[in-house]
């Protein structure tokens, strides 16, 4: 019997599931604590609903955009997602080359599994690169330096991780002692590594996950892969980092992790040239608001100074119209893609980005918008309480 037609991301995510451990798929799947914040990220753009323009022939609709100087083939860039290597062979690699292949960008996380130069090399677009302090100030510089050389064309700092979230599900599948190769605590959690032989003997003839190369600590070498919730807290990001990080990079510099509009403001005072609406997915501090609630309270902080991006919840084309009506230039989507990694490799990766190309055209056509450059806030209706500023401008 042939298999059904992948129709939405979530096609992707029940292949995932059946593809990894179930300490790997919770890993992406899940969030923080309760996973408020995470359901409502996905749940709130239910609230927003469209307003089509009816008997608008749109023959071709155009989905190119300019993120940072540079052009894109449509208005998604691939989210920066840690030790992806965990979901596929060479996660990080084959990933930025199917961002590349569909014209976008690809962002890669410091907490990678793959040399940033072999990122870079794999992809035939822009790649970023997304920095965490760990292992210290000269530790990120170097990274910094080895990015530059490599190519990299934009610095996203990541700010909303003083310390890691609390993963529950992490806790209870035994993902600290997967990460710290604790053999005998292992114990109880082999058989689910077991229960997917395909993903395991892919794991092992990959090498594993042995450790961060990107990392690379004086005398040492590439940090080992560990726990990571103790070198993020010893090396959390203040205001003052981003002069010495703006000096070292001398690029466009991307903050990662905005939810209020006075931490908008303050990253266009120390230099952001874009600014990622972002609660970490629902991974970090549950009980926030859901990125699209609090966007335009962040565009209209902005005030047309730093571009801004949006991330969280993007789930459909629809999504990324939403986001884009109240302000959003792009978009960034992790967990899309990642379920499309965890099930399929690059081909999964590349099924995702199509599957929201194809939603995003089919979305603009419905709409009678000819060119995502062309959406506003007309487009959409919103809760009243999500736009004081935007509503008492109009």
Excluded at 32 to 43: D, K, P, S, V, Y
Excluded at 75 to 96: C, D, H, K, M, N
Excluded at 132 to 144: E, M, Q, S
């Amino acid at each position: 019997m042939a298999s059904p037609p992948l129709v939405n991301i979530d096609d992707l995510r029940r292949l995932a599931e059946r593809r990894l451990p179930k300490v790997v798929f919770d890993y992406i799947d899940g969030g923080a604590e309760r996973e408020l914040t995470l359901r409502e990220n996905c749940r709130a753009f239910d609230r927003v609903t469209l307003r089509p323009r009816g008997a608008v022939a749109v023959s071709r609709c155009d989905l190119r955009t300019t993120v940072l100087g540079t052009s894109l083939e449509l208005p998604l860039l691939l989210a920066p997602i840690g030790s992806t290597r965990l979901f596929y062979p060479r996660g990080e690699v084959v990933a930025a080359r199917a961002a590349g292949r569909a014209g976008t960008a690809y962002i890669l996380s410091t907490l990678s599994g793959c040399a940033l130069e072999d990122v870079k090399a794999a992809s035939s677009g822009p790649v970023w690169y997304q920095l965490y302090l760990v292992g210290g100030r000269d530790v990120a510089r170097a990274a910094i330096e080895r990015a530059r050389v490599a190519g990299f064309s934009a610095l996203v700092v990541t700010i909303d991780t003083p310390v890691a979230g609390l993963r529950e599900r992490d806790v209870r599948n035994g993902a600290k002692e997967l990460a710290l190769r604790r053999l005998w605590p292992m114990l109880p959690f082999v058989p689910q590594i077991l229960a997917r032989p395909r993903w395991l003997v892919g794991f092992l003839a990959d090498g594993g996950l042995m450790s961060f190369p990107n990392v690379v600590l004086p005398g040492q070498g590439a940090m080992p892969y560990a726990e990571v919730g103790a070198a993020l807290e010893q090396s959390m990001v203040a205001w003052s980092d981003l002069r010495w990080i703006r000096e070292a990079w001398r690029g466009p510099l991307v903050v990662k992790g905005i939810h209020v509009a006075d931490d908008a403001r303050r990253a266009i005072e120390e230099g952001a040239h874009a600014v990622v609406v972002s609660n970490h997915g629902g991974r970090q501090l549950d009980g926030v608001a859901p990125t699209l609630q609090v966007l335009p309270e962040v565009v209209a902080a902005v005030n047309g100074q730093a571009e801004v991006l949006f991330d969280g919840g993007i789930r459909r084309g629809s999504d990324i119209v939403k986001a884009m009506c109240l302000g959003a230039r792009a978009v960034l989507v992790g967990r899309a893609y990642a379920y499309g990694l965890g099930a399929a490799g690059e081909a999964g990766v590349s099924q995702a980005i199509e599957i929201l190309r194809t939603d995003l055209t089919r979305t603009l056509k419905l709409l009678g918008c000819e060119s995502v450059s062309a959406l506003n806030r007309t487009y959409v209706d919103a809760p009243a309480e999500w736009l004081p500023v935007l509503r008492a401008e109009s």
